[in-house]
């Protein structure tokens, strides 16, 4: 007489999911998602119904890069230094059930980008400190940045902005020619993870006015 078997069905484990906060930037194409010391994560679990039945979520478990589980208990962030970082999660039900780990790689961008000034055509003396300079009307001053890769990390750069005697910030997008007068250039570039460079400032001194012969 044949005994049958009986099948003994698998009741489905809790689900997790990873929501990213801002500032972060998706350059997709399956690369990983950039994200700055100040973005936040959190992690959300439910227990499905299985036959009508759930035995409820008992916990979510966390791991950031080397470090061991821990349990979830509120959003966190990554930490320095800049570089590839890793978050692995799971969630278990009331009855042993554990779902299994997931895992994401996140490029942490914690470094601003660095903006430079250059001066196009005309000519230009070096001024009375160094930071500044003498130019001819016909100068025409462009801005420029880059944002450095640490340890194969950089976002790159979203905006180059500008003032002039203490103005306005504007978005800079073409070379610029300034009126006869001394003009106090400050300026700075963010990257697509909102890392803003501390304003820099040149003295930019336009002279027009030829010089004067005496007898």
Same mark, same amino acid.
């Given at each position: 007489?044949?005994?049958?078997?009986?099948?003994?069905?698998?009741?489905?484990?809790?689900?997790?999911?990873?929501?990213?906060?801002?500032?972060?930037?998706?350059?997709?194409?399956?690369?990983?998602?950039?994200?700055?010391?100040?973005?936040?994560?959190?992690?959300?679990?439910?227990?499905?119904?299985?036959?009508?039945?759930? %035995?409820?979520?008992?916990?979510?478990?966390?791991?950031?890069?080397?470090?061991?589980?821990?349990?979830?208990?509120?959003?966190?962030?990554?930490?320095?230094?800049?570089?590839?970082?890793?978050?692995?999660?799971?969630?278990?039900?009331?009855?042993?059930?554990?779902?299994?780990?997931?895992?994401?790689?996140?490029?942490?961008?914690?470094?601003?980008?660095?903006?430079?000034?250059?001066?196009?055509?005309?000519?230009?003396?070096?001024?009375?400190?160094?930071?500044?300079?003498?130019?001819?009307?016909?100068?025409?001053?462009?801005?420029?940045?880059?944002?450095?890769?640490?340890?194969?990390?950089?976002?790159?750069?979203?905006?180059?902005?500008?003032?002039?005697?203490?103005?306005?910030?504007?978005?800079?997008?073409?070379?610029?020619?300034?009126?006869?007068?001394?003009? %106090?250039?400050?300026?700075?570039?963010?990257?697509?993870?909102?890392?803003?460079?501390?304003?820099?400032?040149?003295?930019?001194?336009?002279?027009?006015?030829?010089?004067?012969?005496?007898?």
């Amino acid at each position: 007489r044949q005994r049958r078997r009986r099948r003994r069905l698998r009741r489905p484990s809790a689900a997790s999911s990873l929501t990213i906060g801002s500032p972060s930037f998706d350059p997709g194409a399956g690369q990983p998602v950039f994200v700055a010391p100040a973005t936040r994560f959190s992690l959300a679990a439910a227990d499905p119904l299985s036959g009508g039945v759930a %035995a409820g979520l008992r916990l979510i478990s966390l791991r950031r890069g080397a470090d061991p589980f821990m349990v979830y208990a509120s959003s966190f962030g990554l930490t320095a230094p800049d570089g590839l970082k890793t978050v692995e999660h799971f969630a278990d039900d009331n009855v042993g059930n554990v779902e299994t780990a997931q895992s994401k790689t996140f490029a942490l961008d914690g470094t601003a980008p660095a903006t430079s000034l250059s001066a196009q055509g005309g000519r230009q003396h070096p001024g009375p400190d160094a930071a500044s300079f003498y130019a001819s009307a016909d100068t025409r001053l462009a801005l420029s940045a880059a944002d450095p890769i640490v340890d194969t990390v950089a976002s790159g750069v979203a905006l180059i902005e500008y003032q002039d005697n203490g103005g306005p910030l504007q978005s800079f997008g073409a070379a610029l020619s300034l009126a006869e007068g001394r003009h %106090a250039l400050s300026y700075r570039s963010r990257d697509r993870v909102e890392n803003l460079e501390v304003l820099r400032s040149t003295a930019v001194l336009i002279d027009a006015t030829p010089p004067v012969t005496t007898v």
